[in-house]
């Protein structure tokens, strides 16, 4: 009995469970050993203390009702919080009774288990459950399993709305195959009946229609259940809703074709160029239009460079090579040299990246061939250049008929006129009077002949230099308009090329007649600068002005002129305007190269 009891003792005193002993007012008779080192203490640390000292402070009016159901019912269960030594809050279910019998005092003998890791868990367990659930219902997904013996499968609530059925979470699976899209039904009963316990997973996508004729794509993954002698008695799985992304790899798909004809349509090409190791990768549209070289996918940057054209390069260096990590984008226009000498002029649209110290790592971008673009941007320059020379040669003839006929001829009237007067001394006093309007209307007639002719072509332009002529032509339009001009210049040489002589003062005399017919204002200010390298042209007014974008599908021939002059000598036009702002007209002119645009 001694050893029994022993062993008896040892049991107890070991085991995880709490068994204890307290009084009708809870204080701690007795505790197994075991269980008090669970708790942090030795038991001599327990004993003839109140449980309220180790539970948890918000159950504490607790146990004032498990002590009076104690003396009531002689006997409590349930769940009581108690904290460890350490202050960690454990959750024990105890099973607690009253002893009256052999005793002196009622004694309550208790045996209690530590439920917490077991909450936990179960805790733990429905927020997973939770988080399925939630990213089943997001990503359009449902759990399923089917049994073999019954043809039986049950899903998971989120199939209702995925399948389009009103109460889906039970069905066969012969019903199920029934929508199944007939090119995918043979396959899909294959692949998912003939699983073996060595390869018991599959994972597929397929065409399912709802009952509404909708057509749905699924991708579904399965594992099969065997029986001991491997044969297969059900599967279970996960089935989600791809339609959308089905529907947007297709929309990328028609994207991409559509992007591949235009590359080839349009001649392009893209590219990616490594700065460190200065490789060049372009995609194979590449090799229709760089054919004369022996492999143009890849490439370096200085291979390439050294066949940009020699008056191109610098240009092209300086522009890949400009971009800035706030200003990353680039475009340019440049010509290439084939072996045999050919001329393939490229437009290059570049997006360069850095790293965080704004060290430039890569360019990617697309390369055009405009060469005939180019050649038809020629030769509408030359059909312009040839035009406007037609026109100037007409303006100068139309000029020289005036001035040496029409003006002749009306002088010679006048003085035929004063002569007729003085010959006849016996005409009537009305006579004589008619006779002098006449001559001045011949005279004025004469001066307005002489002033178109200085508008049509001007001597003094090519004489006298175009800071003389355009400062003639400005008092002249402000007397004859009654406008005020005010026209500054710099120290502009008087043998300038003619080109740019004429171009210059043909953008003044169409600017101030577009001024004055739509600015309503009588004040213009001209300025003409000289620099080293240019010449700037500006005509200005505080009128009513414009919008410009509106302007721009509407303008007349005046300003499309004026452009196209300017562009002739490779210079740039610009117009400043706004409702209410006035309106002022910018006319560059490069004096360093005066050559034709695109030769």
Known sequence: MREDEKHYRDLVENSLDLMCTHDLNGVLLTINLAAARSLGYEPGELVNRNLREFLSPDVREEVDAYLVALRGKGASSGFMKLRTKSGETRIWKYTNSVR????????????????TDILEAQKALREGEERLRVAAEVGRMYAWEWDAATDL??????????????????????????????????????????????????????????????????EESGRGKFNESGKMVGLVGMTADITERKQAEERLRESEERLRLAIKAGRMYAFEWDTETDVILRSEQCAEILNWIDDPTPDTGRQFISRVHPDDREAYIATETGPTPDNPAYQTTYRMLRPDGGVVWLEENGHAFFDGQGRMLRII?????????????????????????????????????????????????????????????????????????????????????????????????????????????????SDQQNVEVDFAHDDVPRTLPQ??????????????????????????????????????????????GFEIESAKGSRGLGLISMEERVKLLNGTFSIESGPKRGTTIHAHVPLSKVARAGV
Not at 165 to 191: I, N
Request: aromatic share 6%; net charge negative; with cysteine.
């Open 100 to 115: 009256t019998e052999g005793v002196e005092v009622p004694v309550v003998r208790g045996i209690a288990h530590d439920f």
């Open 153 to 218: 499968i049950r899903r998971s609530a989120e199939c209702a709305a995925i399948l389009g059925l009103d109460a889906g979470e039970q069905g066969s699976a012969e019903d199920y195959f029934t929508l199944v899209h007939p090119d995918d039904r043979a396959a899909l009963w294959t692949l998912s009946t003939s699983l073996t316990p060595k390869e018991p997973t599959y994972r597929t996508e397929y065409r399912r229609f709802r009952p509404d004729g909708a057509l749905l794509w699924l």
């Open 365 to 477: 971008g697309m390369v055009t061939d405009v060469t005939d673009r180019k050649r038809a941007e020629e030769a509408l320059s030359s059909v312009s250049r040839r035009l406007i020379e037609a026109q100037e040669q007409e303006r100068t003839r139309i000029a020289r008929e005036l001035h040496d006929d029409i003006g002749q001829r009306l002088a010679l009237l006048t003085i035929e006129l004063e002569q007729l007067r003085q010959v006849s001394p016996d005409l009537s006093a009305q006579v004589c009077s008619r006779i002098v309007a006449l001559q001045q209307h011949t005279t004025e007639i004469a001066s307005d002949v002489q002033s178109l002719s200085h508008e049509l072509h001007s001597s003094r332009l090519e004489y006298l230099g175009i800071a003389v002529a355009m400062t003639t032509f400005c008092k002249e339009f």
């Open 499 to 544: 080109e740019i002589s004429l171009c210059l003062f043909r953008v003044l005399q169409e600017a101030l007649q577009n001024a004055l017919k739509h600015s309503g204002v009588r004040h213009f200010d001209v300025e003409l600068c000289y620099g080293s390298d240019e010449i700037h042209l500006t005509v200005k007014d505080s009128g009513s």
